[in-house]
């Protein structure tokens, strides 16, 4: 390094002045009219922030590399970055929490299925998949809801057990719901399923798919009932795992990987449904999916069927069973949802003692997280599967500093000049974008 001192300026620099494209976007969305008619909480004083700062301060926060509200003060001490969304100031992250806080159950379940409602009615897409899944978030205090419950990675810890619904064909969250840690996966789905409906009105679905949380006699009649298609992964008891175990017309679909299907009647069932099976060596595939069943007193005069790890699901598809395996496959793409939930958008980190705040606060996450998805769909011309981490890192941070001419703002950013050509074409695309847009497109 070379030997320098250190001076300091009064310009106002922001490292973020690649969040113009996304606020950019929301404004040719009309976010701001949407979320003012969604009706948020109002603030009780004149000296409160407006509803619509903290939200944004929010998004802006988050996609910036927020992980707790405290951090949300990146965005208060950017007078730069202030000044460019046109506010006088920036908020203490205190503020995010009190407000939050005027949340509830009512006012979360009227807001947040306004504004996917809306969202959602200006994508075009149809006959979709939805994915259903749960996640633990582990807690480390004493917040509402945050109790013991199923939790393998850190066992008798606290902690909450959301359940989420995805949209798989354009990798979008539909709906998301905090629930206690002691709620198992199934618990209020079909209040869940119906709430999500609702937010997708007049978009048919397609297929449904969940893993074996959902395995149960009255998710599957409620789907049946609203003639859903749908894969589900069992739960193994002994009678699936005999079926598993015994069946002799496994077919090879490809090396170590074999197929086959029965039908099976559970107790308490009013019909037999269909159950596609499935088997991996774990000789010959040694990361496969799947469960390995090893002897039972049921199996005792059995060979030892340790070999394999298996995989079992029912589903009401008349299709070749290994379309229906196939089609199983493209859900843990929800996994990768929730881990970048997680890990790029810190949706777990942002909690308060308040359970309704914290689901408030989970779901604008969420939105923060579909907006990201629409830029990424919409705007991003290339075919890699951009993540928030490395749009963070070749578009948003990016210094820059707002100046003014006789008639207008300008923006002055600091781009190698290798670069400028890719982040002025993604400006003119916000110029002509709008909605609907056709996910299609994309």
Same mark, same amino acid.
């Given at each position: #390094?070379?030997?320098?001192?250190?001076?300091?300026?009064?310009?106002?620099?922001?490292?973020?002045?690649?969040?113009?494209?996304?606020?950019?976007?929301?404004?040719?969305?009309?976010?701001?009219?949407?979320?003012?008619?969604?009706?948020?909480?109002?603030?009780?004083?004149?000296?409160?922030?407006?509803?619509?700062?903290?939200?944004?301060?929010?998004?802006?926060?988050?996609?910036?590399?927020?992980?707790?509200?405290?951090?949300?003060?990146?965005?208060?001490?950017?007078?730069?970055?202030?000044?460019?969304?046109?506010?006088?100031?920036?908020?203490?992250?205190?503020?995010?929490?009190?407000? @939050?806080?005027?949340?509830?159950?009512?006012?979360?379940?009227?807001?947040?299925?306004?504004?996917?409602?809306?969202? @959602?009615?200006?994508?075009?897409?149809?006959?979709?998949?939805?994915?259903?899944?749960?996640?633990?978030?582990?807690?480390?205090?004493?917040?509402?809801?945050?109790?013991?419950?199923?939790?393998?990675?850190?066992?008798?810890?606290?902690?909450?057990?959301?359940?989420?619904?995805?949209?798989?064909?354009?990798?979008?969250?539909?709906?998301?719901?905090?629930?206690?840690?002691?709620?198992?996966?199934?618990?209020?789905?079909?209040?869940?399923?119906?709430?999500?409906?609702?937010?997708?009105?007049?978009?048919?679905?397609?297929?449904?798919?969940?893993?074996?949380?959902?395995?149960?006699?009255?998710?599957?009649?409620?789907?049946?009932?609203?003639?859903?298609?749908?894969?589900?992964?069992?739960?193994?008891?002994?009678?699936?795992?005999?079926?598993?175990?015994?069946?002799?017309?496994?077919?090879?679909?490809?090396?170590?990987?074999?197929?086959?299907?029965?039908?099976?009647?559970?107790?308490?069932?009013?019909?037999?449904?269909?159950?596609?099976?499935?088997?991996?060596?774990?000789?010959?595939?040694?990361?496969?999916?799947?469960?390995?069943?090893?002897?039972?007193?049921?199996?005792?005069?059995?060979?030892?069927?340790?070999?394999?790890?298996?995989?079992?699901?029912?589903?009401?598809?008349?299709?070749?069973?290994?379309?229906?395996?196939?089609?199983?496959?493209?859900?843990?793409?929800?996994?990768?949802?929730?881990?970048?939930?997680?890990?790029?958008?810190?949706?777990?980190? @942002?909690?308060?003692?308040?359970?309704?705040?914290?689901?408030?606060?989970?779901?604008?996450?969420?939105?923060?997280?579909?907006? #990201?998805?629409?830029?990424?769909?919409?705007?991003?011309?290339?075919?890699?599967?951009?993540?928030?981490?490395?749009?963070?890192?070749?578009?948003?941070?990016?210094?820059?500093?707002?100046?003014?001419?006789?008639?207008?703002?300008?923006?002055?950013?600091?781009?190698?000049?290798?670069?400028?050509?890719? @982040?002025?074409?993604?400006?003119?695309?916000?110029?002509?974008?709008?909605?609907?847009?056709?996910?299609?497109?994309?």
């Amino acid at each position: #390094m070379r030997d320098c001192d250190i001076k300091f300026v009064n310009k106002e620099i922001t490292p973020f002045g690649g969040l113009s494209l996304f606020f950019k976007m929301l404004e040719k969305c009309r976010f701001d009219e949407h979320l003012e008619q969604s009706g948020l909480p109002v603030q009780c004083s004149n000296r409160g922030y407006k509803p619509l700062q903290l939200i944004l301060g929010l998004f802006a926060g988050v996609w910036c590399g927020a992980s707790c509200f405290g951090h949300l003060d990146v965005v208060r001490y950017d007078t730069a970055l202030c000044k460019l969304l046109g506010w006088e100031r920036g908020a203490d992250h205190r503020a995010y929490q009190r407000y @939050f806080n005027k949340f509830s159950q009512a006012v979360n379940q009227h807001v947040f299925g306004r504004l996917f409602s809306w969202f @959602f009615s200006e994508l075009v897409f149809d006959n979709y998949t939805l994915d259903f899944d749960s996640t633990v978030i582990v807690r480390e205090g004493n917040q509402e809801g945050a109790v013991k419950g199923y939790n393998p990675k850190r066992p008798g810890r606290p902690s909450h057990h959301p359940l989420l619904a995805f949209i798989s064909d354009v990798r979008m969250i539909a709906n998301y719901w905090l629930r206690p840690g002691n709620t198992s996966s199934s618990t209020n789905y079909i209040a869940f399923l119906e709430d999500t409906l609702s937010r997708l009105e007049n978009k048919r679905v397609g297929l449904v798919r969940m893993d074996s949380g959902f395995f149960a006699k009255d998710i599957l009649d409620c789907l049946e009932k609203k003639k859903l298609h749908y894969i589900v992964a069992c739960r193994f008891n002994n009678r699936i795992k005999y079926s598993l175990t015994h069946e002799r017309t496994w077919v090879e679909i490809t090396n170590g990987l074999e197929i086959s299907e029965t039908t099976y009647q559970a107790n308490g069932w009013e019909k037999p449904r269909r159950i596609v099976m499935i088997r991996q060596e774990i000789e010959k595939r040694p990361n496969a999916a799947g469960k390995p069943i090893r002897q039972l007193a049921l199996f005792e005069n059995e060979n030892d069927f340790g070999k394999y790890r298996y995989s079992c699901f029912v589903t009401d598809l008349e299709l070749p069973a290994k379309i229906v395996y196939d089609s199983y496959r493209g859900r843990a793409d929800s996994e990768n949802r929730i881990k970048e939930l997680k890990y790029d958008f810190s949706i777990d980190d @942002f909690v308060t003692n308040n359970f309704w705040a914290t689901e408030a606060c989970g779901n604008f996450i969420v939105m923060a997280y579909n907006f #990201m998805s629409l830029f990424r769909h919409a705007l991003i011309n290339s075919n890699k599967k951009h993540f928030l981490k490395t749009i963070r890192y070749e578009l948003i941070s990016t210094p820059a500093y707002l100046g003014k001419t006789k008639d207008k703002h300008i923006l002055y950013l600091a781009r190698s000049l290798k670069t400028r050509q890719s @982040f002025l074409s993604i400006w003119e695309k916000i110029k002509d974008f709008s909605l609907p847009y056709n996910t299609e497109k994309s």
